[in-house]
């Protein structure tokens, strides 16, 4: 069952794809077609590789408690080897392995190697190349004239950016991929690069545990040296600590600015009895040198008797609020170095730590000077492909044709759901803000247009949808006589096209009608009836009592915009519009009011109020819900609905979303005289 908020249900997926099938196999020929291009021109990438293993030393005997065996194999180890695989220095040394082992072999057969640590190795430039090119005298041509067109430096470049160096997991294998346009160069390139390697790790590793134990000496050197201050500055610090504490007195104030210390002393003395006690006996004093101050001078006798004690008082409240001051400041300078003397603790026991741990570690690598170091086998030689890695013809056509198709449905299906915040023959009415009284099919032919305009062609499938309009107009009001307003959420919408064919067809039924242009701004009936925009609305509410409508048919009069007014919304708000209202109404059967749209203006909702009946046009897929319920809703706000909903422009190919309307109007109407 279809969700009330769904426009576009499940089931309808299988109709989706039918109409989209041709649009969806054009985009997989597309692709087809891409694909092949990219693989004809595409340059052909040949792919060779080589594994080795790196062999760690075996671990020996332990020697003491403080010698523990540690990890060389780990992830951080694991990554280093592999950076050291790309980085320049040895697709340098390779590059030039491959340029020294393609060159004519030396009349003694014999070349010089130089290792990462600066030993040389003799060997024999044949074998070498035979190594790397095997016994294909077509793969050593080949390769020659591949690095007689580059240089050493776009080469190692090239293997930068080609190499991808992998491990085997819980192994320590190291696979190494090249990949290149020469096959040769491919397979030369990994094989030289784990030669290289090999050189690399047996310069390096040579001289590692003599450079590490020197290091090491060095640091243990330093951590004796910490250990031995660090020392002298607790023995320090104790001293001058219990000199600090036993002296402090005023002097020791200078850390403390007046404001501090002020603070300080005054929470200090609130917290003492004594001070308080005396502040208030001073207090008192103060009250009763403010009475006797009304009667006696400052040198009286009993004024000055009651000022000596205020002094005494002041003295003594001074003299207890320096003593907790100072036993204050003796307790903050005692925990200040304990608190220091505390952290230079700690970092004495820090250093003696480390110092045992470079110690520990300095018997370990002295234990493992003689122990053998890392070493490089090869596990598998590169070899000269003769099929290209990439590009495949086959997997590129296959996935070029999936990809089209993919492109194809999405885009099928994203027309589809865009759809879905549209209007169109699949909407729930309940979803809409009135009710749904009329649809009108979509009409492309110019003729078949004019022929609705006029009510020339009363049996078109145009018609025949405005007069089932109409009976719905009919039905909803129960008035002989009504005004009908005619508006729309957004420009485009089609309601003066529905304005003039509902006018007709009412003045075909005999009603006597009369068509308003109401849209003061850009208002265009008297465009699609023939007629002259001045003397109409505007100048009518402007005042002017001789402009009449002119009769257009039988039964049928129109009233034009008028001329272009820098007022409109003040004119169809006026007490004019209204008498002009009262005025058509008793003149007239029915009356169509073509108004502007309510989205972008306000003179629709300023004619809301002279309608009995408000329609609401719509244009299918075109108009969005949202616009339609915004435009509901600010009519609502002023008192007034919308009492139908007409869908105009409702096309043919909208099989996928028609039921019993579509069967209904559209079957035996696909001839030329009526495009829908």
């Known amino acids: 069952m279809r969700d009330k908020d769904e426009l576009i249900g499940f089931g309808e997926y299988l109709n989706i794809l039918r109409h989209s099938l041709p649009a969806v196999v054009a985009f997989g020929v597309v692709g087809c077609i891409v694909a092949h291009v990219v693989t004809v021109f595409k340059t052909p990438v040949y792919e060779s590789s080589t594994e080795l293993v790196v062999e760690l030393p075996q671990a020996g005997a332990v020697i003491g408690s403080e010698v523990r065996p540690f990890k060389a194999w780990d992830d951080t180890f694991l990554h280093t080897q592999i950076r050291v695989l790309q980085s320049d220095l040895l697709l340098g040394k390779a590059v030039d392995l491959v340029l020294e082992a393609a060159e004519p072999a030396a009349t003694n057969g014999t070349r010089r190697v130089e290792g990462g640590g600066g030993d040389a190795r003799e060997s024999s430039a044949p074998d070498w190349l035979n190594r790397i090119l095997g016994k294909r005298q077509h793969h050593r041509i080949a390769l020659d004239q591949y690095l007689a067109q580059r240089t050493r430096d776009g080469l190692v470049s090239e293997l930068s950016g080609s190499l991808i160096v992998s491990s085997v997991p819980r192994t320590r294998v190291l696979t190494m991929l090249v990949r290149s346009p020469s096959p040769a160069f491919a397979a030369a390139a990994a094989n030289a690069i784990g030669a290289a390697y090999d050189d690399y790790i047996s310069g390096t590793t040579a001289s590692t545990a003599e450079r590490t134990f020197r290091l090491l000496q060095d640091q243990a050197k330093e951590t004796r040296e910490s250990i031995k201050n660090t020392a002298q500055q607790v023995l320090d610090f104790k001293k001058q600590s219990e000199v600090d504490v036993l002296t402090s007195d005023e002097s020791s104030m200078a850390s403390l600015d007046d404001a501090q210390t002020l603070l300080i002393k005054e929470r200090l003395a609130g917290a003492d009895s ?74 004495l026991e820090a250093s003696r730590r480390l110092h045992e741990l470079v110690v520990g570690k300095m018997k370990e690598i002295d234990f493992s000077k003689d122990s053998p170091g890392m070493t490089v086998r090869v596990l598998r030689r590169a070899e000269a492909g003769g099929v290209p890695a990439y590009p495949k013809p086959a997997v590129n056509l296959v996935l070029g044709s999936a990809c089209g198709l993919l492109v194809g449905l999405v885009l099928a299906f994203v027309r589809a759901f865009s759809r879905a915040s549209l209007i169109s023959l699949a909407v729930e009415e309940d979803t809409l803000p009135a009710p749904l009284v009329g649809r009108l099919p979509y009409i492309s032919d110019e003729k078949a247009l004019h022929a609705l305009l006029t009510h020339e062609d009363a049996s078109s499938p145009a018609a025949e949808a405005v007069r089932v309009l109409r009976t719905s107009l009919q039905a909803k009001s129960s008035a002989e006589r009504n005004v009908i307003l005619i508006t729309s959420p957004d420009r485009g919408d089609g309601k003066s096209t529905v304005s003039v064919a509902l006018a007709r067809s009412f003045a075909r039924l005999g009603r006597k009608t009369l068509l308003v242009d109401v849209d003061l701004r850009r208002g265009e009936l008297h465009r699609i009836l023939g007629f002259r925009a001045d003397g109409g609305l505007a100048e009518l509410l402007n005042g002017d009592t001789t402009v009449v409508p002119a009769e257009i048919d039988k039964n049928l009069a129109f009233l034009s915009r008028g001329r272009a007014t820098e007022n409109p919304s003040e004119l169809l708000g006026s007490e004019a519009m209204v008498a002009f209202a009262r005025t058509v109404r008793t003149e007239y059967e029915i009356v169509i009011l073509d108004s502007p749209p309510l989205l972008p203006v306000t003179d629709a909702s300023l004619l809301a109020r002279h309608a009995q009946i408000r329609l609401m046009v719509v244009r299918s897929l075109k108009t969005h ?27 043919a190919t909208e099989t996928s979303y028609s039921g019993y309307y579509h069967r209904y109007y559209y079957r035996g109407y696909d001839s030329g005289q009526d495009k829908t």
């Open 274 to 347: 004594q001070i308080v006690s005396l502040r208030e006996e001073r207090a008192q004093i103060e009250a009763e040198m403010e009475g006797l101050a009304l009667r006696y001078l400052p040198k009286h006798p009993e004024m000055q008797a009651l000022q000596r004690k205020r002094d005494l008082l002041d003295q003594r409240i001074e003299a207890l609020t320096n003593h907790a001051w100072l036993q204050w400041l003796r307790d903050h300078l005692t925990e200040r170095s304990r608190v220091e003397y505390s952290m230079l603790e700690q970092d």
């Open 625 to 651: 819900i949202e616009a339609c319920h915004l435009a509901g809703t600010m009519l609502h706000n002023l008192g007034y609905e919308i009492d139908g909903v007409v869908l105009n422009g409702i096309r």
